[in-house]
């Protein structure tokens, strides 16, 4: 894994070269002499002391919500898959505690390493890779972003992989990292089209991605489970790609990308006359609007890390899932 070393200036200068650049802008444009867009200044995204006080800010604001089952909490700290994941998740715990969670754990993080891309235009963002008291040995893996300067960064995507699977990154001498576009070329698949070709390869397999867990492993478990005596199950899966779930990348030291995406998954279990739908738990019956009488359909959303190489094969490093809805009938 790459530890991403700071600029051999002081923070402070850090931070003010990048106030003095915008400011530049501005003086400019006002002077009438040049006109020079905002949108266009490519700048690090963030300073690491500001990626580390968003990093902070967001564990306290998930902390409390998680204690208090209160989606509201950190409502202002998420946004995209992890929102829809972590909004659902909070919802549903309300509904079966309204006194809050009491098996609530503090989440910390530590070793933090934060991956800041150097970017024109908005939504600018970075990756903050830490090490948590949950999950094992594995690596937590979060994607702030956000959208202009007036706004909060939010965590657009979580996912948590094995230390050794986190890649290098390509920086520049200053130790700024570089956003791929979505419609990059020289990529096994553009990080833009990855959402779609994963829900693809869920339901017709192909050669695309390469086996794991994610991939061969969740279809293997899927054809178990599509047909059982007296219980049907059928799986839909669709890209999803628009605004806040727009995908993000960052170029790897071989050439490849590391990309964050999401895709959205509808599964509908259906009784054979005669039989019902298993009762399912207090979380998805929180979640569900209905009566569960033949059939219960639920959705969710996923949010995957995909190693992207410049060809061969896409790997899937790891993927979070919530239940977000569930309708009966």
């Known amino acids: ?11 402070r200068l850090e ?17 009438g002499c040049v006109v020079v ?3 266009r200044v490519v700048l690090p995204s963030a300073d690491r002391a500001e990626a580390r006080r968003a990093l902070d800010d967001f564990t306290a604001a998930y902390n409390a919500a998680d204690k208090a089952y209160d989606r509201s909490l950190d409502a202002g700290r998420v946004t995209g898959a992890l929102g829809a994941i972590d909004g659902a998740r909070l919802k549903a715990g309300h509904a079966n505690s309204p006194s809050g969670n009491a098996a609530h754990t503090p989440l910390t993080l530590t070793d933090a390493k934060f991956t800041i891309p150097k970017k024109a235009g908005w939504p600018r963002w970075f990756l903050a890779d830490a090490k948590g008291n949950k999950g094992g040995a594995a690596r937590w893996l979060l994607v702030f972003t956000r959208g202009g300067l007036g706004e909060k960064w939010q965590v657009a995507y979580l996912t948590l992989v094995a230390p050794g ?3 290098k990154f390509k920086l520049d001498a200053e130790g700024w990292a570089e956003a791929v576009p979505a419609r990059s070329a020289g990529l096994a698949v553009a990080p833009g089209d990855l959402s779609g070709a994963y829900a693809t390869y869920l339901k ?24 059982r005596p007296g219980l049907a199950t059928q799986f839909i899966d669709e890209p999803l790609t628009g605004g806040d779930f727009a995908p993000l990348a960052l170029r790897t030291a071989d050439g490849g990308a590391l990309v964050f995406f999401a895709t959205h998954h509808y ?17 998805v019956q929180a979640l569900t609007t209905g009566e569960i009488k ?7 959303i996923s949010n995957e890390t995909a190693l992207d190489p410049p ?3 896409v790997s899937i490093l790891g993927r979070v899932q919530g239940l977000t809805a569930a309708q009966g009938s």
Not at 1 to 11: A, I, K, N, T, Y
Not at 267 to 283: E, F, I, L, R
Not at 294 to 300: P, V, W
């Open 204 to 227: 017709s397999g192909g050669k695309g991605f390469a086996a794991g867990v994610h991939t061969t492993g969740w279809r293997k478990l899927r054809a178990g489970s599509a047909s």
């Open 37 to 39: 867009h905002g949108e």
């Open 311 to 313: 060809g061969g094969q």
């Open 267 to 283: 599964q509908k279990q259906t009784a054979a006359p005669g039989a019902t739908v298993p009762t399912p738990n207090k979380d």
């Open 165 to 167: 699977d986190v890649p």
């Open 1 to 11: 894994m790459s530890r991403v070393r700071g600029p051999r200036r002081p923070r």
């Open 294 to 300: 033949q059939s219960l359909t639920m959705e969710f």
């Open 15 to 31: 931070r003010g070269a990048l106030i003095a650049a915008l400011l530049t802008a501005l003086s400019l444009t006002a002077s």
